[in-house]
């Protein structure tokens, strides 16, 4: 055996045993939070995909990593390369390594193991430390509060369980497990990331996920590229500048695919996805007309536009979507057009036993049709959302065909781009920057989902 043999297999990269934890299991103890006068005052937090070595800004802020697991998957890997950075910092909460209700149980065992050695390793190392506590279904009950002693002080986050972009929320998923959190560990204080549920109990610190976020960040550097790219959706790069927005994308607990699609209250015409078996739904769309018909079980099943989204090219003027609603998101999500050369049959109730109804669907204003986040944007985008804009006096259409994302000036068909992924079609040059710098303030003047 060489000796590069013998260091590899007897590392604590390999083995990480020597924070041995109680149990069968082993999975180590991140040792009580010592409190310090003035710790949970006015308390923010900042992502680890946000904390650096010259920040002077936010050192009073502790570091959480609600965050989907790729952005910080070094820190398992290479735990030694964040220390300097992260003791700089109020004190950081243990890395939130994903327990989805989908994931194989043994993965879910492997990340509880993960949350609490990294938390237990910093705090050897002089950190100081708050354990992140996440759980599945009740099958992780008898491991996933392991490692954290009675007493002390944890921290949950809400945010993607609580009820928003078009997603229900998993309150009763979510509190099935925080009541046995509150009764196996008895928490001194509990830091909840976003607002809690009203039901939920025990002596809650309420850090405002709004003021957490980087719009209340005051940097004295911009964000360069190679920090930027190594928290980038999709393949798309970036060139520098000082808001980091199209990285940063929550990640909780509760299902993989979020909490099933629910109207928003916030897009009237949501409502057109939904009725009684037979019924046709008539939206007026910034001018355009779509109907929607609504199949045996309540949902859509199939809708038509009478316009051809300013793209002659890929569209007749009227052309048919059917909408799927077999995805584990729950989610409506039209597929591609059907066009008609040749003219479009007549649009009929679903099937003739069904009473046949039509009704006027109030559709979206200007405000209500705009993308507040890049992220509801990709949502959109994931869902074969079909889309106008208007953007310095231009007018933009995107589309989906053959698995793609197509954007073009409307009407020229010289100018049609076309794009891999939500993430990608973010690098569409819009004039003189890209569209994920515009995309947020642009005019939407349709919009199917």
Request: proline share 6%; glycine share 8%; hydrophobic share 30%.
């Amino acid at each position: 055996m060489t000796e590069e043999n013998y260091n590899y297999r007897t590392s604590q990269t390999l083995l990480r045993n020597q924070f041995p934890g109680k149990g069968k299991l082993k999975i180590p103890i991140i040792p009580k939070f010592q409190e310090s006068p003035g710790d949970f005052d006015d308390l923010l937090l900042i992502g680890f995909d946000k904390t650096h070595l010259e920040d002077q800004n936010h050192l009073d802020r502790m570091v959480h990593f609600f965050l989907y697991d790729y952005r910080f998957e070094r820190v398992w890997k290479n735990p030694d390369n964040d220390i300097e950075k992260l003791s700089r910092y109020r004190a950081v909460l243990s890395p939130d390594f994903s327990l989805y209700l989908e994931m194989a149980p043994v993965m879910q065992l492997y990340n509880v193991f993960r949350n609490r050695w990294c938390g237990a390793y910093w705090a050897s190392k002089g950190l100081r430390v708050i354990p992140t506590v996440n759980w599945g279904d009740e099958s992780t009950f008898d491991f996933c509060f392991e490692g954290i002693e009675k007493g002390s002080v944890v921290a949950v986050s809400t945010y993607m369980v609580s009820e928003h972009d078009n997603r229900c929320d998993q309150k009763e998923w979510f509190m099935a497990g925080y009541n046995e959190m509150l009764r196996r560990i008895e928490p001194e204080k509990i830091i909840c990331y976003n607002t809690p549920f009203p039901e939920m109990q025990g002596n809650i610190i309420d850090v405002d996920y709004e003021r957490s976020s980087w719009r209340y960040m005051n940097y004295e550097r911009s964000f360069h590229r190679e920090d930027l790219d190594a928290f980038k959706i999709g393949s798309s790069s970036s060139g520098n500048r000082d808001t980091i927005e199209p990285y940063l994308t929550g990640k909780g607990g509760g299902s993989a695919y979020g909490g099933g699609w629910k109207p928003s209250p916030n897009k009237p015409d949501d409502q057109r996805f939904l009725g009684e078996p037979g019924e046709i739904k008539t939206t007026y769309k910034n001018g355009y007309r779509v109907d929607t018909k609504i199949g045996s079980d309540g949902r859509a099943a199939l809708e038509r536009h009478y316009t051809d989204h300013k793209q002659p090219w890929a569209h007749t003027n009227p052309h048919d979507h059917l909408i799927n609603w077999d995805n584990p998101a729950g989610f409506p999500d039209p597929q591609p057009p059907i066009n008609y050369p040749g003219g479009a049959p007549e649009f009929k109730s679903f099937e003739r036993r069904f009473y046949m109804k039509n009704t006027i669907v109030p559709s979206n204003s200007l405000e209500q049709n705009r993308f507040t986040t890049i992220s509801d944007f990709q949502t959109c985008m994931r869902w074969h959302g079909e889309v106008e804009f208007l953007w310095n006096g231009v007018h933009y259409s995107i589309t989906h065909r053959n698995g793609r994302i197509y954007i073009s000036h409307s009407g020229i068909q010289e100018t049609e781009r076309s794009f891999a992924t939500s993430g990608d079609i973010l690098a569409y040059d819009v004039g003189s920057c890209q569209l994920r710098d515009i995309i947020t303030k642009v005019t939407v003047v349709f919009r199917s989902v």
